[in-house]
């Protein structure tokens, strides 16, 4: 590019971009033969006038910007992370384990937290996802032990944060301990607050007895359910069919949500096949959390890597299944690394999962798909009238794209132009 990045912002609300890359799923357009939407944008203010093939937009007396074939994207959202538990390893070391065990050590350094550090690891959270360029989050909260003021944070942080992330909130909870009818009235009446709930579903017995009145309750009340499901490479997990089964006789027609998902991986092609076909008749949405399942999957104790944990991504889109990528866990007792940046995990999960060009044709994992998913007002599509809140980067190819961990990018919000950094770990 010599010389050509950062391209300089316009002067003016009413500005257009030339020569744009767009992936193909996130607009509308004919794909040119090298598979990207050679696209210009013309943008008025908050929300974007038109979007035309390249060189069909003439806008005289208007502010023009040639990109240079950058790639463009609609501004990205996460529907999978856990806030409250989030850069908690700034403060210990945990020991490398299995599921169970962080499980445990979380548990245990739960009891350290205070409404003050809190506040701090949650803000420099949603500081760092805004710096990426993240328009929603989804954040899944423990309820099981949780201190009143961990809900009081991150109510705060939603309503501090609504016009710049819009926080999505429900409470996660072992279906284990709503085995008696008083002790799910008690969670219901948190999950009544956010309108939707959060399950962790493993190898529990009586799987299907459990999560029924859960999914007659939840349907009763219209929310919907985002769930933790065979978050192991056993593959005796069968937490997905049993969510398949469930849907399907409950009647329920909310969102189902079903995130992990590895043993899949560890099935028989014939037996992943028949499970991937029931979800898709239960409408069971998905969303692959490569970061935190390739550190904590597979693990041996002669340090060796052995079969790795990572959703069938490819297969279940071919499927017809609605799929996303999430952070998940950023830097804590199960996963000590991440930083809330979704073209990160989107770069890491394709070269794991084997997506080829993953900014071109994979890049509405986390847009597109996970703002559905969410049941966000704009579905993220690159289109006129369109709110103008992208993310320009400075790269022309995935290749480019997918080259540094956390690439050069200008956040576009309500046509506004933000070259922001992520914040300082040591303000932690």
Not at 327 to 348: E, H, K, R, S, T
Not at 360 to 386: F, H, K, Q
Not at 392 to 400: K, N, P, V
Request: glycine residues 8%.
């Amino acid at each position: 590019m010599n010389g050509f990045w950062p391209p300089t912002a316009p002067g003016s609300p009413r500005y257009l971009l030339r020569n744009l890359r767009i992936p193909p799923d996130l607009c509308g357009l004919k794909p040119a033969a090298n598979g990207w939407c050679q696209a210009d944008v013309l943008i008025n203010g908050r929300h974007i006038e038109t979007v035309s093939q390249a060189g069909e937009i003439t806008a005289e007396n208007t502010a023009c910007i040639d990109a240079d074939n950058s790639i463009l994207i609609s501004a990205p959202v996460d529907c999978h992370t856990h806030l409250d538990k989030a850069h908690v390893a700034a403060f210990q070391d945990f020991p490398a384990g299995d599921l169970l065990g962080a499980i445990d050590a979380m548990a245990a350094q739960k009891k350290t937290w205070t409404q003050e550090t809190l506040t701090r690891r949650v803000e420099f959270s949603l500081r760092s996802a805004y710096a990426f360029g993240l328009r929603a989050l989804r954040s899944h909260v423990d309820y099981d032990n949780a201190p009143e003021f961990v809900w009081q944070v991150l109510d705060d942080a939603a309503l501090r944060w609504r016009d710049r992330i819009a926080l999505q909130l429900l409470p996660l909870v072992n279906i284990s301990a709503l085995a008696e009818p008083q002790d799910r009235r008690a969670y219901y009446q948190r999950a009544q607050h956010y309108g939707r709930l959060g399950l962790f579903l493993y190898d529990q017995p009586d799987m299907e007895a459990l999560l029924t009145p859960v999914f007659q309750h939840a349907k009763t009340q219209g929310w919907d359910i985002d769930l933790h499901v065979d978050e192991g490479l056993d593959p005796t997990l069968d937490g997905l069919d049993t969510v398949a089964r469930v849907t399907l006789a409950t009647g329920f027609t909310g969102t189902v949500l079903c995130s992990h998902c590895v043993a899949l991986n560890s099935y028989d092609a014939v037996r992943r096949e028949r499970v991937i076909a029931h979800a898709r008749k239960a409408g069971l949405d998905f969303v692959s959390l490569p970061v935190t399942n390739l550190y904590l999957q597979g693990r041996n104790s002669n340090g060796v890597p052995q079969t790795r944990g990572m959703m069938p991504v490819r297969a279940l889109k071919e499927a017809g299944a609605m799929v996303s990528m999430g952070a998940d866990n950023v830097q804590d007792g199960f996963c000590a690394f991440g930083d809330f940046d979704p073209m990160a995990v989107l770069n890491i999960g394709a070269q794991v999962g084997h997506l080829d060009n993953p900014a071109r044709d994979w890049a509405a994992l986390i847009t597109c798909n996970p703002a559905r998913t969410m049941g966000l007002e704009w579905d993220g599509v690159i289109r006129d009238g369109a709110p103008a809140d992208l993310v320009l980067f400075a790269a022309r190819t995935s290749g480019e794209l997918s080259s540094r961990i956390t690439p050069e990018r200008i956040v576009i919000r309500e046509g506004n132009w933000l070259v922001l950094k992520a914040p300082d770990f040591r303000e932690l």
